[in-house]
C-alpha cells in the first residue's frame, strides 16, 4: 500500500526543470556478483551498482518500488534479477550492459523473497521466501512463468545454489539441514523431489537413528500390555507423528555455514564447528573429511576455523573465517591440509571466481571488495574501499563545486571528488562523531561529537586534511553544527540546551564568543545572513512534547560581535538575552523542521504529524514573553512521515524531504514544487539529510538507513531560475574573496594540532587493530580536559572571590560566633526541664532548608509507605488465594486429634465438595447401572417363560429362583475382598453395583467404574470423618471435664499450700487449624505504633484508675473489715486450715507471775488449739482423697480416651488403605485407557498412512497414463532421414581457459539448442546456393529438391528433439514406476502391521488386570524372587490351602515349644557358668584393690602435712617470699618495657628510612617490570613452541604423579581393610560367647 502511494502521491513538477540520479555511493551489503568477467554488481538501497574491475567506472539502475530486496546474476546470459520489498513483491530481470528490462515475474509471495539463484545453464531462476509461505519456486525466467514450487513449512534457508554440472539439481542449506533437491521433468511438467543430508553429530560421530514409523526393536512387556512407538503414546496421527522425536532423543548435530558443489556433483559443506563434510549427490552419502596437522605449524597458526565461505577450486576449495585470513583447503581422498592463502585486514564474509577463474572477488565484513589476480605475478586490488558504518553527515567544500566530505559514526572524514565519487583522502577521529559542517569563508570544516567537542578541519590540501583546533564546550553531545550563509559564526547546539557563538574564521583561532540557553530537545537551528545586512538572525526551533507544541527562538548577532563579544556575554559566558533580542515564540502545532525566510520576517515550517507545510509571519513589533503564531499559507505537502526543510543560498528554494524518500524543490512564494525526485523509499526511512551546493546546480542526498549517498544534477535547468540563483551566487563569491584568501592563507601556514591522526595512507599499514575507525587519536595531554562551558564558570568564580574576599571572611566569622552561640543554646536546653525544653528544629536558621529536607523526608516516608503497602497487598492476594484453594474450598477442613498421654496423632481427610458435574455423572452411571440390573432381571423372566415346562415346576422353579436370586444377591453384595480388590465393605460401603474386574473390557465400562470407585473412595473418606468427629466431640468433653475439675483441684492445692501445677490440656494449633489464619498479638515481634490520640485515651483510663482507688482506700469500714474478719462476714469451712486462735495477753509475762484466772484461760486456750489442729489435721486428710479422686478420674478419663483414638488410629491407617487400593484400580483402569487410546492412535495413524500412500499410489497410476499414447515406433523415425547434413563448425575453447576453469564445458540448454538449430539453416542456406547445383539441371527442379530437402532435415532436427523428450519422458516414467514398487512395498508393509496391532489390541482386551488381596503369609516366595509371569497358574479355593496350612502350623507349634524347651535348659546352664565366671573376677578384683591400698605412694608433702604441727603458718611464710619475688620480677619488667619503647622508637625512625627506599626501588621495579614484560612477550612470540612443550611436560608429570598418590591410597585402603578385619577379629574374639554346653 505504501508503494502505492508513493507513485500516485508523488509531486509533479511544474516547468521544464527536472532532477535525475548522476551516480550513487553506497557499500554492500548482501554478497557482491559477477555480471560478466570484467564487471562486478550489488544491490544498494533502491539501487543495483555496477562497476567496471578495470576502468572503476559505476553505472547505476534504479529500482521503481522503493529498495532493493535479493539479488542474482546469469553470467552467461548477462542478465541481473532482483526483488523489490514492497508488498507481493516483484522480481525484475534486466539485461546488462544495456539495463533493460527483460521481464518481470509475479509470484503468489505476501512479504519479501529471502534468495534468488540462476542455473548455469538454462532460462531456469529458482526464488525462495521464507514467512509465511517458506516456497521454493523454480521460473523460466524467459516465458515468465513458474514451473513447479513447493512450500516447507519452518524451513529458513540462507544459501540456495544450483549443481553447474546439472541444473536438474538444487542445494539448500541452513545452520541446522541440508537438503537437495532434484527438478524431474517430463515433456511440460516440472516436479521437486526433495531428500534432506543425515548431519553428524557436533563431534563429527553418526548416530544410528531407529525408524519411528515401524519400529523394529520395540521391547515386550508382559503385564503392562504392548509396547508402542513414542508417537502414538504421543497421541499423533497425522504426518508429524512421522517425524516426531522425543527431547531426550534430540542430539546437538553440526551446524552448516556454508556450501559449494564440485564437478563430480558433489557436495562440500563448511560447519560452524570446523569441520568439514563431502556429501554425495546422488546417494547423499556424508563423509567427514580428516584434517592433517602439520608437523611444525607456524607460529601464527590457527587451530579452530570455521568456514564463513566456500568457493570451489580444482583440488581443494578456498575458505575464509572470521580471522581475516583466506585459507587454501586441499582435499586428497578423505583428508584435507590447510594452507594460508591470503591475508585480508578485515573478516571476509563471501568469495566468488569471475566466470574465466582469472579472478577472485574477496567481499570483508564493512563491504570493501578486493580482486585477488591469479597468474604468475598475483595482484590483490582494492576495488572498492567502504566507509566505516553509513554516512551520518554530508556537506560541499566551498564552493560546492568540486569536493565534498562525509562523516561516520565511528568518526571517520573522507573528501570525496564530486564528478565521480572518488575518494581524495581520509581522516580518523578517536571519538564518536555526530555531526558535520563547511564553512562558507574559508576551507575548514566543523565536526560535533559526542563527548561534546567540536574539531576544526582544515581542508585547504584536500589529499591531506588535518585538525587544526579542537573546543571542548561541554560534556554535553553536540547536535548541530550550522553555520551562517557568510561564514562568520557556528553556531553549536548540545543535548542540553546551550547553543554556543563560535567565530568561524580560523584566524581568530576559532574564538568563542559565548553561548545563550534554549530548550534541551533543540530540532533545527536555521540563520539568515544577507550581504546588504551587518546581522546575523538565527532561529531555534524546539519540540514541546508534553504540550504537543513547538517553541521557536530567535535572537540577532552583529557581525561585529566578535570584536566586542566581551560586552555581550556575562562572566560566565553566557550572551545576555536584552542584547541579543532574543524572542520566545510557540506554535499551536507540533514541526518536524523550521527555516527562517531572508526577506519578510518569514518562517516555513513542516509539520510532523500532518502532511502540510505552512509559513508563518513574524510580528513587527517588538513583545515580552511568549508569542504565539498563527498559519499565515498552509500547502499539503504530499510527503508523509516527518520532514526536513532546507533552503537555497539565494533563499528563493524551499527543499523539502521526507521520510517517503522523495525530494521537493519549492517555490518560497508560492510553496509550490517545480522539481521533485524520488532517491530513497520509505523501506529505508527515507532521507536523513540533503546539502546543495551555492550555485544550486549540485545536490547531495543521503539515506537514513539504506546506506546510500545520491547525487543529483539538473537535466534541463535555464531561465529565471537559473539566472537568479547563479547572480546571487557570483555576488556571494565577491563578498567571501578576501576573507577567503585570508582565512585560506591563515589555514596553509596553521601548524597541527596536537593530536594524533591516521591519515589513508597511514591508516592502510597499521594492522594491528582490527576496527579501522578506533585507537587512531592519542592525547597528548594526560590531564582530564576541562570543558570551555566549566573554565568561565571557574574563572567567574575566582573573580568573585577575589573581589569579596574582605566581606567573605567578615561573614565566615559572623557564622562561627552564630554557630557557637547556637551550640551554647542547646546545651543550656539539654539541662532544662522536659516541659521547658525546646525541640531541635527549633535551633535551625535555615528554614526554607528544613522544610525541604522534611518534605524530602515525608516524600519518602510516603513512597516507603506505598511499596509497604503494594508488598502487604501482593502477600495478602496470595494468602487469599491459598486460604481459597486450601481452606475455604474445603468441605472438610484438615484437622489433627492428638493422645493426652501418648505421642499419637490421627488425622481426618481433606475433602473438596463434589462438583455439580461430578454428581450429574455419578447420578448417570447409578441410573445405568440400575437400568442394566432391571434389564437382565427381564431377560431371565422371558427366557423362562419361552421354556415349555408345566405350571407348578415353573412355580417352583419360580420360587427357586427367587431364593437362588437373593442369594446371588446377598453373595454378590457380599463377595469376598480378595475378589473385590479392597477392604471398603468394611466400612459400609455399598459395593453391589461394582462390576466385575473379570468383565471390563469396553471403555465404557471402564470410565463407568473409575467414577464407582471415586465414589466408594468418597464414602470411605466420609465414614471416617464422621468418626473423626465423634472422637473430636469427646475430646472437647474430656477437656472441659478437666477443666471443671480442675478448679476443685487449684482451690484444694491452694487450701493445702501445695505447690503442684496442674495439668490442663489445651488444643493444638493442629487441632484446631483455623487458629493459623488468626494473628495474635504475641506473634506479632514488631512494635506496636500508637496513635497520639490512642495514648491520651491510655493515659485517660489509667487516671480514672488511679481516682478509684484513692476512692477505695477511703472506704473505713471495707478496711475494718479486711482488717478483723478477712473481708468476710462468715467464717467457711475451707478458711479453718487459715484460722488462729489468738494468744492471750498474759502470755507475754513469766509463768511464775500468772493468776489462777489465767491458768486457767491458758488451759482452755491450749484445749482450743489441740481442738483446732485436730479438726485441720481431719480436713487436710479429707481434701486430700479428694485431691487424689479427682486426679484419678482425669487419668483414668483420659487414658480411656487415648485408648479410644489407638483405636481410631487403626481405622485411619485401615481407611488409608482402602482408598490406595481403589485408588490402585482406577490407576490400573487408567492406565488400560491410556493404552488403549495409545493403541487407537497407532491404528488410525496407520490407516492414514495407508490411504495415503494408496493415493499416492493413484497418483502416479494417472500420471502414467497421460504417457500411455505415446506411439513406440517414433524412433524408427530417426533411421529415415537424408545420409547428407551439412558440417557446423563448432566453437574451439581456449585450452589455457579450460585448464583453469574446474568446472570445464557446461552441458547444453534449450538456447543453445536453438542456436545450433540457426547454424545449421544457415549451412543449409550455403548448401541451396545455386554453384551447387549440378550442371543442366532445371532451376525449378532444383529449387523442388532444396525445398524437399530443407522440409527434411527441419523434420529430422524436430524428430531429435521428439527423441530427447521422449528418453527423458522415458526415464521420468520409470522412476515413477520403480517409486510405485515402493509404495506397494510400503503398503504391504502398513497392513501387515496394522494386522498385527489389531490382534494385539484384541489381546489386550481380553488380558484384564486383576487386583486380589492377599492375606500376609499366604503366599510363600523363594529368595524373594517375585514371578511376573502367571500363565501356567490357576485361582483355586483358599480353603485347601488353609486346611494344609493348618496342619503345618500345628505341627510347627509342637516342633517350637520342643525347642522352647531345650533353649530354657541351654539357657539356665549358661547363666550359672556366668554367674561363676563372674564371682572369680570379682575374687581378682578384691584382691588386686588389697594390693593397691598396701602399695599407695606417701610423697613428702603428705608426711610434712601430717608431721608439722603449725602448717599453716609454714605455707604462710612461703607466700610471702612470692609476693617480694612478684615485685622484684615486675619492675625488672618495667624496665625492659621502656627499653623496648625506646628501641621500638629507634626502628620506627629506621622504618621510615626504609619505606622512602622501598619506595624508591618500587618505581625503579615498576620500569624493570615494564622491560620484563616486553621481553617476556618477545620471549612468547619467540618461544610459543618451547612452552607448549613446557606445558606438555608439566601435563604429563602431573599425571604420573596423581597415578602414583592414586596407586598409594589404593594400597592403604587395602591395608586400612586388613586392619579393620584384624580389629573385628580380636573384638570378636573377646567378646564372652554363651557356647551350648
Known amino acids: ?317 578456498l575458505a575464509s573465517g572470521i580471522d581475516g585470513f583466506v585459507y587454501s583447503f586441499i582435499i586428497k581422498d578423505r583428508s584435507y591440509m590447510i594452507e594460508d592463502f591470503l591475508e585480508i585486514e578485515r573478516p571476509v564474509e563471501h568469495m566468488a571466481f569471475s566466470p574465466n577463474y582469472t579472478m577472485l572477488l574477496i567481499q570483508t565484513d564493512k563491504g570493501s571488495v578486493y580482486i585477488y589476480t591469479f597468474g604468475k605475478e598475483p595482484t590483490l586490488n582494492k576495488v572498492l574501499d567502504a566507509c566505516d558504518g553509513k554516512f551520518q553527515a554530508i556537506d560541499f567544500i566551498t564552493p560546492g563545486t568540486q569536493y565534498f566530505m562525509t562523516l561516520t559514526h565511528s568518526g571517520e572524514i573522507c573528501v570525496w571528488w564530486l564528478e565521480d565519487c572518488a575518494c581524495v583522502s581520509k581522516i580518523y577521529l578517536n571519538t564518536l562523531a555526530m555531526v558535520l559542517a563547511c564553512c562558507p569563508s574559508s576551507l575548514s570544516a566543523a565536526v560535533g561529537t559526542e563527548d561534546g567537542s567540536v574539531y576544526f578541519i582544515s581542508v585547504y590540501d584536500k589529499e591531506s586534511p588535518q585538525v587544526v583546533h579542537k573546543a571542548f564546550l561541554s560534556e554535553s553531545s553536540v547536535q548541530h553544527v550550522v553555520y551562517d550563509q557568510q561564514g562568520i559564526f557556528l553556531l553549536v547546539g548540545t543535548s542540553e540546551g546551550k547553543v554556543f557563538i563560535i567565530n568561524a574564521n580560523s584566524s581568530s583561532s576559532f574564538q568563542i564568543i559565548g553561548f545563550t540557553e534554549v530548550a534541551k530537545d533543540i530540532l533545527q537551528i536555521s540563520t539568515v545572513s544577507l550581504l546588504e545586512t551587518d546581522i546575523v538572525k538565527v532561529m531555534v526551533l524546539s519540540s514541546l512534547p508534553e504540550a504537543g507544541r513547538s517553541r521557536l527562538e530567535m535572537f540577532t548577532l552583529p557581525t561585529l560581535l566578535p570584536q566586542v563579544s566581551t560586552t555581550f556575554a556575562d562572566e560566565r559566558g553566557r550572551l545576555k538575552d536584552e542584547i541579543i533580542h532574543k524572542y520566545l515564540y510557540e506554535l499551536e502545532h507540533a514541526l518536524s523542521s523550521a527555516v527562517l525566510g531572508f526577506q519578510s520576517n518569514q518562517i516555513y515550517g513542516f509539520c510532523s504529524q500532518v502532511p502540510y507545510i505552512c509559513s508563518y509571519l513574524l510580528p513587527e513589533e517588538e513583545h515580552t514573553g511568549i508569542y504565539i503564531l498563527k498559519p499565515y499559507k498552509k500547502v499539503q505537502s504530499r510527503q508523509y512521515g516527518p520532514g526536513l ?29 517545480f522539481a521533485w525526485c524520488r532517491s530513497h523509499s520509505h523501506q529505508g526511512h527515507g532521507i536523513q ?89 592519542v592525547l597528548t595531554d594526560v590531564k582530564k580536559e576541562i570543558p570551555w562551558i566549566q573554565q568561565k564558570s571557574q574563572e567567574a568564580i575566582k573573580k568573585e572571590v577575589n573581589l569579596f574576599s574582605k566581606k567573605r571572611k567578615e561573614i565566615k566569622q559572623g557564622i562561627k560566633s552564630l554557630s557557637k552561640t547556637i551550640l551554647n543554646m542547646m546545651e543550656e536546653n539539654d539541662k532544662l526541664e522536659n516541659i521547658a525544653k525546646l525541640d531541635q528544629q527549633e535551633f535551625g536558621l535555615d528554614l526554607e532548608e528544613l522544610e525541604r529536607l522534611h518534605d524530602e523526608s515525608q516524600e519518602e516516608v510516603a513512597k516507603i509507605i506505598k511499596d509497604v503497602e503494594m508488598h502487604n497487598l501482593a502477600k495478602s492476594y496470595l494468602a487469599e488465594l491459598i486460604k481459597e484453594e486450601c481452606w475455604n474450598s474445603m468441605a472438610v477442613k484438615g484437622q489433627a486429634l492428638k493422645c493426652f498421654h501418648i505421642p499419637c496423632v490421627v488425622e481426618n481427610f481433606p475433602m473438596k465438595a463434589r462438583t455439580v458435574e461430578e454428581l450429574k455423572e455419578l447420578e448417570r452411571v447409578l441410573q445405568q447401572k440400575k437400568i442394566e440390573a432391571e434389564c437382565l432381571k427381564l431377560r431371565k423372566e422371558i427366557v423362562e417363560a419361552q421354556s415349555g415346562v408345566k405350571l407348578i415346576k415353573q412355580r417352583h422353579e419360580e420360587d427357586d429362583e427367587e431364593e437362588e436370586e437373593e442369594d446371588k444377591t446377598v453373595k454378590y453384595s457380599n463377595l469376598p475382598n480378595y475378589l473385590l480388590g479392597s477392604l471398603s465393605t468394611d466400612f459400609g460401603v455399598d459395593t453391589s453395583l461394582l462390576s466385575s474386574q473379570l468383565e471390563l473390557h469396553s471403555r465404557e465400562e471402564k470410565i463407568n467404574q473409575i467414577i464407582l470407585l471415586k465414589d466408594i473412595i468418597y464414602k470411605v473418606k466420609t465414614v471416617f470423618n464422621n468418626e473423626f468427629d465423634a472422637a473430636y466431640k469427646q475430646k472437647e468433653f474430656e477437656i472441659a471435664r478437666v477443666k471443671e475439675r480442675n478448679v476443685r483441684i487449684r482451690e484444694i492445692i491452694l487450701d493445702l499450700e501445695l505447690e503442684e501445677a496442674v495439668w490442663q490440656p489445651e488444643f493444638e494449633d493442629c487441632e484446631k487449624p483455623e487458629r493459623m489464619l488468626v494473628v495474635q498479638d504475641e506473634e ?72 489462777e484466772e489465767e491458768r486457767k484461760q491458758f488451759k482452755d486456750y491450749e484445749k482450743k488449739v489441740k481442738e483446732l489442729n485436730e479438726e485441720r489435721d481431719k480436713y487436710r486428710k479429707s481434701l486430700e482423697a479428694e485431691l487424689k479422686k479427682l486426679q484419678n478420674s482425669i487419668q483414668e478419663s483420659t487414658q480411656a480416651f487415648d485408648e479410644h483414638l489407638k483405636r481410631l488410629f487403626e481405622r485411619r491407617v485401615k481407611a488409608e488403605m482402602v482408598t490406595n487400593q481403589e485408588e490402585l484400580k482406577i490407576s490400573n483402569l487408567a492406565f488400560s485407557l491410556l493404552l488403549d487410546e495409545e493403541l487407537s492412535s497407532r491404528e488410525k495413524f496407520l490407516n492414514n498412512y495407508l490411504t495415503r500412500k494408496q493415493h499416492e499410489k493413484v497418483m502416479d497410476r494417472s500420471f502414467k497414463k497421460e504417457f500411455s499414447e505415446i506411439p513406440g515406433h517414433q524412433v524408427d523415425i530417426l533411421y529415415k532421414l537424408f545420409k547428407r547434413r551439412p558440417r557446423i563448425s563448432k566453437q574451439k575453447t581456449h585450452s589455457e581457459t579450460t585448464s583453469v576453469v574446474p568446472f570445464g564445458e557446461l552441458p547444453g540448454s534449450g538456447k543453445l539448442n536453438k542456436d545450433a538449430f540457426a547454424q545449421l539453416m544457415k549451412a543449409m542456406d550455403e548448401l541451396d546456393n545455386i554453384s551447387n547445383m549440378p550442371e543442366g539441371l532445371d532451376p525449378l527442379v532444383w529449387n523442388h529438391f532444396c525445398m524437399t530437402r530443407r522440409a527434411k532435415v527441419e523434420n529430422e532436427q524436430k524428430v531429435k528433439q521428439k527423441a530427447a523428450d521422449l528418453l527423458e519422458m522415458a526415464t521420468f516414467l520409470q522412476k515413477r514406476v520403480e517409486e510405485e514398487e515402493k509404495v506397494q512395498q510400503e503398503i504391504e508393509r502398513v497392513f501387515h502391521e496394522l494386522i498385527l496391532l489389531q490382534e494385539e489390541k484384541v489381546r489386550f482386551q481380553l488380558n484384564l488386570t486383576i487386583q486380589i488381596l492377599l492375606k500376609q503369609g499366604q503366599v510363600e516366595l523363594e529368595n524373594f524372587q517375585l514371578v511376573l509371569e502367571y500363565s501356567d497358574a490357576i485361582l483355586i479355593n483358599k480353603n485347601i490351602i488353609e486346611d494344609l496350612n493348618s496342619v503345618i502350623r500345628t505341627q510347627g507349634q509342637k516342633k517350637v515349644a520342643s525347642m522352647m524347651e531345650s533353649k530354657d535348659v541351654h539357657k539356665r546352664i549358661l547363666q550359672i557358668e556366668w554367674e561363676h565366671k563372674k564371682m572369680e573376677m570379682e575374687r581378682e578384683d578384691l584382691n588386686q584393690k588389697a594390693w593397691d591400698i598396701q602399695m599407695l605412694f606417701f610423697s613428702r608433702d603428705r608426711q610434712k602435712y601430717l608431721n608439722e604441727p603449725n602448717y599453716e603458718a609454714l605455707i604462710s611464710i612461703q607466700i610471702g617470699i612470692m609476693e617480694q619475688t612478684i615485685a622484684v620480677l615486675d619492675k625488672t619488667h618495667k624496665k625492659n618495657v621502656e627499653n623496648c619503647k625506646k628501641l621500638l622508637k629507634k626502628l620506627g625512625k629506621f622504618s621510615n628510612q626504609k619505606d622512602i627506599a622501598n619506595y624508591a626501588l618500587s618505581c625503579n621495579l615498576r620500569e624493570e617490570l615494564v622491560a620484563v614484560s616486553e621481553r617476556k612477550d618477545i620471549c612468547n612470540a619467540m618461544g610459543s613452541k618451547l612452552t607448549c612443550e613446557k606445558i606438555v611436560k608439566e601435563r604429563y608429570e602431573n599425571m604420573m604423579q596423581q597415578q602414583k598418590l592414586t596407586n598409594i591410597s589404593k594400597q592403604q585402603a587395602e591395608q586400612i581393610s586388613i586392619l579393620q578385619t584384624e580389629v573385628e577379629r580380636l573384638r570378636m574374639k573377646t567378646f564372652p560367647a554363651l557356647v551350648p554346653m
Not at 722 to 750: G, W
Not at 1090 to 1109: R, S
Open 645 to 673: 526543510l532546507y533552503l537555497s543560498s539565494h533563499g528563493l528554494w524551499l527543499i523539502t524531504i521526507a521520510k517517503c524518500g522523495i525530494l521537493c524543490i519549492r517555490d518560497v512564494y508560492t510553496l509550490e514544487t
Open 1 to 317: 500500500m505504501a508503494q502505492g502511494r508513493e507513485r500516485d502521491e508523488g509531486p509533479h513538477s511544474a516547468g521544464g526543470a527536472s532532477l535525475s540520479v548522476r551516480w550513487v555511493q553506497g557499500f554492500p551489503k548482501q554478497n557482491v556478483h559477477f555480471v560478466n568477467d570484467n564487471t562486478i554488481c550489488y544491490p544498494c538501497g533502491n539501487y543495483v551498482i555496477f562497476i567496471n574491475i578495470e576502468t572503476k567506472k559505476k553505472t547505476v539502475l534504479q529500482c521503481s518500488n522503493g529498495i532493493v530486496g535479493v539479488m542474482a546474476t546469469n553470467i552467461r546470459c548477462e542478465v541481473v534479477a532482483f526483488s523489490d520489498r514492497k508488498l507481493k513483491p516483484l522480481i525484475y530481470i534486466y539485461s546488462f550492459p544495456g539495463l533493460t528490462r527483460r521481464t518481470k515475474l509475479k509470484g503468489n509471495i505476501l512479504l519479501d523473497y529471502t534468495l534468488l539463484s540462476f542455473s548455469y545453464c538454462g532460462t531456469y531462476l529458482a526464488s525462495y521466501s521464507s514467512l509465511p509461505e517458506f516456497e521454493l519456486a523454480l521460473w523460466n525466467w524467459e516465458s515468465s512463468i513458474i514451473l513447479c514450487r513447493k512450500s516447507q513449512p519452518g524451513m529458513d534457508v540462507n544459501q540456495m545454489s544450483f549443481n553447474p554440472m546439472n541444473w536438474r539439481q538444487l542445494c539448500l542449506s541452513s545452520p541446522s539441514t541440508v537438503s537437495v533437491w532434484t527438478i524431474e521433468r517430463s515433456n511440460q511438467e516440472h516436479c521437486f523431489r526433495a531428500r534432506s543430508v543425515k548431519l553428524p553429530l557436533e563431534d563429527g560421530s553418526f548416530f544410528n537413528e531407529t525408524d519411528v514409523v515401524f519400529p523394529q526393536s520395540l521391547p515386550k512387556d508382559l503385564i503392562y500390555g504392548p509396547v508402542l512407538p513414542l508417537s502414538s503414546i504421543a497421541g499423533l496421527v497425522g504426518e508429524e507423528a512421522e517425524t516426531f522425536r522425543p527431547k531426550d532423543d534430540l542430539y546437538p548435530l553440526l551446524h552448516p555455514t556454508m556450501h559449494c558443489w564440485t564437478p563430480t556433483s558433489d557436495l562440500y559443506i563448511g560447519c560452524e564447528e570446523g569441520h568439514l563434510l563431502m556429501i554425495n549427490g546422488n546417494t547423499l552419502q556424508v563423509t567427514v573429511l580428516n584434517k592433517i596437522e602439520e608437523e611444525s605449524p607456524l607460529e601464527d597458526r590457527r587451530n579452530f576455523i570455521s568456514p564463513v565461505t566456500l568457493v570451489y577450486q580444482k583440488e581443494g576449495v
Open 689 to 777: 539529510s540533503m546539502r546543495i551546493s551555492m550555485d544550486g546546480q549540485n545536490i547531495l542526498v543521503n539515506g537514513r538507513d539504506d546506506g546510500t549517498l545520491v547525487y543529483l544534477k539538473w537535466k534541463r535547468f535555464g531561465g529565471h531560475l537559473a539566472s537568479e540563483i547563479l547572480d546571487y551566487y557570483q555576488k556571494l563569491l565577491i563578498s567571501l574573496s578576501s576573507a577567503m584568501d585570508k582565512e585560506n592563507h591563515y589555514l596553509s601556514t596553521t601548524p597541527k594540532v596536537s593530536v594524533d591522526l591516521g591519515s589513508d595512507s597511514e591508516h592502510t599499514k597499521q594492522k594491528a587493530s582490527t576496527d579501522l575507525s578506533q585507537d587512531e587519536l
Open 1084 to 1155: 506479632i515481634t514488631a512494635h506496636k505504633h500508637i496513635k497520639p490520640w490512642h495514648k491520651a485515651k491510655e493515659l485517660m483510663v489509667n487516671h480514672e484508675k488511679e481516682h478509684w482507688l484513692l476512692i477505695q482506700d477511703a472506704s473505713t469500714r471495707l478496711r475494718a473489715l479486711m482488717d478483723m474478719m478477712g473481708g468476710v462476714l462468715e467464717v467457711k469451712k475451707e478458711d479453718i486450715l487459715r484460722m488462729v486462735i489468738p494468744q492471750p495477753a498474759f502470755m507475754a509475762k513469766p509463768d511464775a507471775v500468772w493468776t
